[in-house]
């Protein structure tokens, strides 16, 4: 393994694990085992507002945030390609840009929970 190659790794790994930490908590969340805390889930003002809101907004954030998967594969095969084929700093380049994607991705889901939380308001705090 090339030096370039072993310093590719760690990014590899983050851009596979975040997609499994996110789709985890958001489908806890989703299904109620993990209420609105201090620690995970996406905490915006209107998806604490109450448990159906917290519920119903991670339920719209779900289908979004699975799209980080096929973000990261794309990224890992591309980061790969292009390290294996360019070699130097490369495949870092096209590692973070994938990172900067799946931080859209989040981005976006964070949009759609909003969007759910606020159509069931605060009914049932």
């Known amino acids: 393994m090339t030096e370039e190659l072993g310093g590719l ?34 905490r915006t003002r209107y998806t604490k507002m109450s448990d159906a809101a ?32 360019a070699g130097g700093p490369t495949g870092n380049g096209v590692a973070l840009l994938a990172l900067v994607f799946q931080t859209v991705v989040l981005i976006r889901a964070a949009a759609a929970a909003n969007r759910a939380a606020r159509s069931v308001g605060g009914n049932s705090a």
């Open 9 to 42: 790794i760690p990014l590899l790994l983050v851009l596979v694990l975040l997609p499994g930490a996110c789709v985890a908590v958001t489908r806890q969340a989703a299904e109620g085992l993990i209420g609105a805390n201090g620690a995970v889930g996406i």
């Open 54 to 85: 917290w519920v119903a907004g991670h339920r719209a954030a779900l289908p979004v945030v699975k799209k980080m998967w096929p973000v990261a594969g794309f990224g890992l095969s591309a980061a790969v390609a292009v390290q294996l084929l």
